[in-house]
């Protein structure tokens, strides 16, 4: 591997792995839960080919789709395959790189020029019995979720037009829908943007369009009981800079940030725009709910730039991870109004990959989780990921059904150790709440590295793995995960 860039983000942790791998009857250490029966599916961005430009980063890797699942007999089984894109199926023809510049086809060889260039390695999603590798750049990739054998690109069976499918769904556990966006909808550095509707089914119930502010990198959105909410923030996107062979996010610190509030159920002319804070950026939001007087608050994990070196450096930023000011906030507003401004309330620490019970999406919630740095780490950090540098420290926050939630849990980590993101399991009691599975990576040596699957108390977080999986393959970092219980897989027949 030693032809890959000798940079943040492909050595240590983030060194390119590309195996794909089958392991069965992994033991588990501790007390599974009996609710913890199902599969933890992971997208895991590893580039099988070093890349065209020593100024690439991970969220360029090809997609790998991981699925680690929990047996009823005690034990674990993990697998990681490639998700077989044009893309990637191009580049292994060839025996290299051929596809240029993160988001920019103006830098890929001429012989794959209008190959479908997405590397579908952000989310997995899971809806009406399908599993789907999503990234916001193209259309998702459908998966088996047994073998992890890929399907092929999906559209909804010919009925989504927009280019584009976000990374981000929501989907409202009492209907069975699910919502989804795509920016950029119709091309490079587009505005416009397509709000789509899934039945239970499966099936594309809506799809409309709309112009944003400006072309936006919009990574993540909200529903409400009521209400789609779509936050803009500028990290923007520039058609002339992209063709002349720039990078396709610039991020401008003077521009004003906007949310985007719509009936979830209306027309895209009913739109309604929100001004917010200038020079802000979020990735990923906890939640939106309605209050009982109807106003509507947005839960975010929000930053005062782009989290990213690679989009601040080339943008003229030129500042440290630890400079970089954050906070869980709160913007609300009064979605009956004609528009205005947010009011913006500082609810938490910064941290990112909020996590709530898939019952409480859009709802009133009184629980969340969150990943942080801890402050009071004797030792250094665990470098990793596309920010360089892992999350340390696991928070549950109460009360966010008020105006002051509050940190009521925490775990910590030692260290040169790191969390991935978790995903929450439910319990069957509905007075408990749940569980949460994550990868935990330690670093043991040089360039040497435990990881471990951990199952966390979601009541009790403080005490720690009450079960524990030792995966015996070199991991990278994940982007995102999702959990689906072993009910719905042995539905598929």
């Known amino acids: 591997m030693g032809a890959f860039p000798q940079t943040q983000y492909f050595t240590g942790l983030n060194e390119p792995v590309g195996q794909e791998v089958d392991l069965k009857g992994l033991k588990v250490e501790g007390d599974l839960p009996a609710e913890v029966r199902g599969s933890f599916y992971r997208a895991v961005p590893d580039p099988a080919f070093p890349p065209k430009f020593e100024n690439d980063h991970t969220l360029s890797g090809d997609g790998m789709i991981s699925r680690l699942s929990f047996n009823d007999d005690g034990t674990a089984d993990f697998a990681i395959r490639f998700v077989q894109t044009a893309r990637h199926k191009a580049e292994v023809e060839a025996g290299h790189a051929r596809f240029g510049k993160y988001r920019n086809p103006f830098t890929d060889d001429p012989d794959v020029q209008g190959i479908d260039r997405t590397v579908a390695n952000t989310t997995p999603v899971w809806h009406a019995g399908r599993l789907l590798m999503a990234k916001e750049d193209g259309r998702p990739y459908r998966v088996d979720p047994i073998t992890l054998e890929t399907i092929g690109s999906y559209d909804f069976g010919g009925a989504l037009k927009s280019e584009t499918m976000t990374a981000h769904v929501r989907i409202d556990a009492e209907t069975g829908e699910l919502f989804f966006y795509g920016y950029e909808a119709d091309g490079c550095a587009s505005t416009k943007v397509a709000y789509c509707v899934v039945n239970p089914d499966g099936t594309l119930k809506s799809e409309q369009w709309f112009d944003a502010p400006y072309c936006a990198m919009m990574h993540d959105f909200t529903i409400s009981e009521n209400y789609a909410l779509f936050p803009i923030y500028p990290t923007t996107a520039d058609l002339d800079r992209i063709k002349a062979g720039g990078e396709h996010w610039h991020h401008e610190p003077e521009l004003d940030s906007w949310l985007g509030v719509m009936p979830r159920y209306g027309d895209v002319s009913e739109i309604k725009w929100f001004k917010g804070p200038k020079g802000c950026h979020s990735y990923h939001m906890m939640n939106a709910w309605e209050d009982e007087s109807g106003m509507l608050h947005f839960d975010a994990c929000l930053n005062d730039t782009n989290a990213f070196a690679f989009i601040r450096e080339p943008s003229g930023i030129v500042m440290g991870q630890q400079d970089i000011k954050g906070a869980l906030t709160r913007w609300t507003v009064d979605p009956k ?35 942080t740095m801890n402050p009071d780490l004797q030792g250094p950090p665990l470098l990793a990921g596309p920010v360089g540098v892992d999350f340390n420290l696991l928070l549950r926050f109460d009360g966010m059904d008020t105006p002051a939630p509050h940190v009521t849990g925490a775990l910590p980590l030692p260290p040169l150790a790191g969390f991935n993101e978790p995903v929450h399991v439910p319990a069957s009691d509905p007075s408990k709440d749940g569980w949460l599975v994550m990868i935990v990576d330690q670093q043991t040596g040089d360039n040497q590295f435990v990881h471990e699957a951990w199952v966390v108390d979601a009541g009790n977080i403080g005490a720690g793995a009450v079960a524990k999986v030792t995966i015996p393959t070199r991991l990278r970092p994940q982007v995102h995960g999702w959990w689906v219980p072993q009910t719905q897989l042995d539905a598929l027949g």
């Not at 909020?354 to 709802?363: D, E, F, L, N, S």
């Open 337 to 371: 109004a004609d528009g205005g401004e947010v009011t913006e309330t500082l609810i938490g620490p910064p941290g990112d990959f909020p996590v709530i019970p898939a019952k409480k999406q859009g709802k009133p919630y009184k629980t969340g989780w969150m990943l």
